[in-house]
């Protein structure tokens, strides 16, 4: 049962434009995260946010930002797409330190 | 070396039978969490641990923080087991994980 919603699936861009990726989820966790798993398949923990407390991954480049306008939503804007943004991004969500529910997935090709 | 090795990369066995995997760290982490990617890229959770043992069916997984390694133990393997596996370990309390780069696991008829 999906209870972790991603939009869009895909989304095909051109270097240099502004993308923004939806996450929602029905679980009433209080902590949202974003991934990113690269063509090589490895994983990286991009943000989580615990009750309005953002925590950031240092090597996330300042283009993503991460938007949440409640606790069961959050957002992840790419101000100005690189084609080494080209990966999958994966949203989750649980309560603090328990079991995570991943969303399908937005892939992102950078052209 | 890596903060986080996973053993082995690759692992073949025929349904029914039993196998391990293992992560290993270059420091003391503070807790683990062991995931399973199918062949449509979905993700799902099969542990967190802050220490010690625990199982769910056929899967069970130890921490040991102290000698620096975690292990997944599958029994019984079953096709849908087929996937990729990836351990992510964090040395903070702030979720800063640092994820392994996972065991394909194929499971044989």
């Known amino acids: 049962e999906t209870a972790v919603f991603q939009t869009p699936n895909y989304h095909v861009t051109q270097v240099g434009n502004e993308v923004s990726f939806n996450c929602k989820q029905t679980l009433g966790h209080d902590t949202m995260y974003w991934y990113k798993q690269d063509s090589k398949k490895l994983l990286k923990i991009m943000f989580s946010y615990n009750n309005k407390q953002l925590i950031v991954n240092e090597t996330v480049p300042r283009r993503f930002s991460p938007q949440s306008s409640d606790k069961a939503h959050l957002n992840l804007r790419i101000k100005s797409v690189e084609p080494e943004d080209s990966a999958v991004y994966l949203c989750?969500?649980?309560?603090?330190?328990?079991?995570?529910?991943f969303g399908p997935g937005t892939r992102l090709l950078v052209l | 070396g890596m903060p986080v090795e996973q053993n082995p990369p690759a692992l073949s066995l025929y349904e029914g039978a039993d196998s391990g995997l293992r992560c290993n760290f270059s420091?003391?982490?503070?807790?683990v969490q062991w995931f399973q990617q199918n062949h449509r890229g979905r993700l799902i959770t099969l542990f967190y641990?802050?220490?010690g043992t625990k199982e769910n069916g056929r899967l069970k997984s130890t921490f040991n923080s102290k000698e620096r390694y975690s292990t997944l133990h599958i029994k019984d393997a079953q096709l849908e087991d087929s996937g990729t596996y990836f351990c992510?370990?964090?040395?903070?309390?702030?979720?800063?994980?640092?994820f392994g780069k996972g065991t394909h696991l194929h499971v044989l008829p």
């Open positions: 420091t003391t982490m503070k807790s």
């Open positions: 989750a969500s649980s309560y603090w330190k328990d079991t995570q529910y």
């Open positions: 641990l802050a220490q």
């Open positions: 992510a370990a964090d040395e903070t309390n702030a979720y800063k994980v640092i």
